[in-house]
């Protein structure tokens, strides 16, 4: 038997934006994605000999083929045409769930790492990524890291330059949003602003963190505002000390804030930490 260890990092959706409905009924992303340093710790003993088990430190995660983790490792073996002669996973979860950070996604994606590399690597980065899409939309993002434009469902990924190094806040309010209701309601209605992708890319280009912070939006952000004067309240906060820009990430709840430096991140989670548990400070990665 043999214990792998591996990060899971969740992502922040810098941009997100739909920009159409397929006759699918899933709708058509673009998105610059970037991970950042809150992360999950998975742990896989390969070869147990035993039937699959999968442990995780939090409530109210499913323990079995429901976990994304799991839907992995079986999509890793069906395509590697390996038997994993029993596996073990256990999670040490940090990310929030229903945070719209990939949280699930991440913990898929450290699976198929792993066990790519225990396997001495049958697939590359990019066949690994493609994989994770039988998975879940965020996996291939979440397999590649780092900072990328994410196109399609979440399958067509584009490598970016690293964004430059800079802080953020992350806070998680108590209330989720359904990510299906919030697709319902931006069909019902015009999408009154797009993120401008072609300024954030150049932004990242140019390494200036100003930019990058001007130009992030999520068109779900302001469907969820609109729903949850909370969000508000935090971007409010966020903004009065220091933050560059503030925004939702995914389809929410967490919304996350680039600050200058590490004291004004602080001041921003001294403010926020007496009506929120769910704060993280963090750094791409
Ligand atoms: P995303 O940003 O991809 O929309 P999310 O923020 O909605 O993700 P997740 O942490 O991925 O949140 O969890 C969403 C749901 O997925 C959970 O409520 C849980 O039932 C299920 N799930 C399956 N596998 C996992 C996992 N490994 N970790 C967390 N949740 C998981």
Known sequence: MTTLYEGAFAKLNL???????????????QSVMQTVSIRDDVEIDVGTGKPWVLTCDKEGIPCDARNLAWKAAEVFANAAKKDLGGIEI????????????GGGSADAAAVLRALNRHYDYPFSIMALAELGAEVG??????????????????????KLPDMPDCIFVVCKPDFSSSTPELYAKLDETAIPKHPDNIAMERAILAGDIGQIAENIYNVFDPVVTAENLEMNYVKSIMNSYGSLGQQMTGSGSAVFAILPSFEYA??????????????FICKPV
């Open 15 to 29: 941009t997100l934006d739909v920009v159409g409905k397929r006759e699918d009924g899933y709708h058509d992303l």
């Open 90 to 101: 256990r999670i040490t979860k940090r990310i929030p769930s229903q945070a719209g950070m």
């Open 137 to 158: 939309s965020d996996v291939p993002f979440c397999v590649l890291g780092g900072t990328a434009m994410v196109e399609g469902r979440g399958e067509r990924l584009r």
């Open 266 to 279: 602080a001041v921003v989670c001294n403010m926020l930490k007496d009506n929120y548990s769910n704060i």
